[in-house]
T-cell receptor
Framework: DQQVKQNSPSLSVQEGRISILNCDYT??????FLWYKKYPAEGPTFLIS?????DKNEDGRFTVFLNKSAKHLSLHIVPSQPGDSAVYFC???????????FGQGTRLTINP | NAGVTQTPKFRILKIGQSMTLQCTQD?????MYWYRQDPGMGLKLIYY???????DKGEVPNGYNVSRSTTEDFPLRLELAAPSQTSVYFC?????????????FGPGTRLTVL
């Protein structure tokens, strides 16, 4: 039972353009969502998060949008840079859960 | 701060062997986690701990054991290694509940069981 799904295994974007990574979830109890970035041979690092009381959170070039009715969130990267090439994981949790549920990840490649 | 450290970085085991994956954090975090990542898959939670002396099972605990005798250390024990345990293992820590605080990950241990 995959509660957090990232349906695109890979995405290729031109440098300078917008990258949009998508994530869907099924568990209505989730009320906190995070994005992690992972480079090869390294552990995931936290990128940005959003609480269910918001529908948007921005941090520099990164914006996360949350659509609770559709159980969907997306990560926008504008403008995309070569250093953004990595695997991006969506994760979700709920109050008292003490743990995160991760999606399968999307490999983003930024082309020069 | 070194953050979360894991040893070894790589290991090859034969079927039936045992080993311990080490994880240490120097951030005084209460919560610690062990995940495995298989190719093309997300991170699956194996075990977690909310403090010294307290551990609990995650999604995929079979074939593994953990202990948490100190705040800093959270070793993962593999008994009777099987090819299905070939994976990359990540340890993570979090300052309190994992719900509203991000988890900090170590660099991973790549394990191959032949």
């Amino acid at each position: 039972d995959q509660q957090v799904k990232q349906n695109s295994p890979s995405l290729s974007v031109q440098e300078g353009r917008i990258s949009i990574l998508n994530c869907d979830y099924t568990n209505s109890m989730f009320d906190y969502f995070l994005w992690y970035k992972k480079y090869p041979a390294e552990g995931p690092t936290f990128l940005i998060s959003i609480s269910s009381i918001k529908d948007k959170n921005e941090d520099g070039r990164f914006t996360v949008f949350l659509n609770k009715s559709a159980k969907h969130l997306s990560l926008h990267i504008v403008p995309s840079q070569p250093g953004d090439s990595a695997v991006y994981f969506c994760a979700a949790s709920w109050q008292g859960a003490q743990k995160l549920v991760f999606g399968q990840g999307t490999r983003l490649t930024i082309n020069p | 701060n070194a953050g979360v450290t894991q040893t070894p970085k790589f290991r090859i085991l034969k079927i039936g062997q045992s080993m311990t994956l080490q994880c240490t954090q120097d951030m005084n975090h209460n919560y610690m986690y062990w995940y495995r990542q298989d190719p093309g898959m997300g991170l699956k939670l194996i075990y977690y701990s909310v403090g010294a002396g307290i551990t609990d099972k995650g999604e995929v605990p079979n074939g593994y054991n953990v202990s948490r005798s100190t705040t800093e250390d959270f070793p993962l024990r593999l008994e009777l290694a099987a090819p299905s345990q070939t994976s990359v293992y990540f340890c993570a820590s979090s300052p309190r509940s994992g719900t509203y605080n991000e988890q900090f990950f170590g660099p991973g241990t790549r394990l191959t069981v032949l």
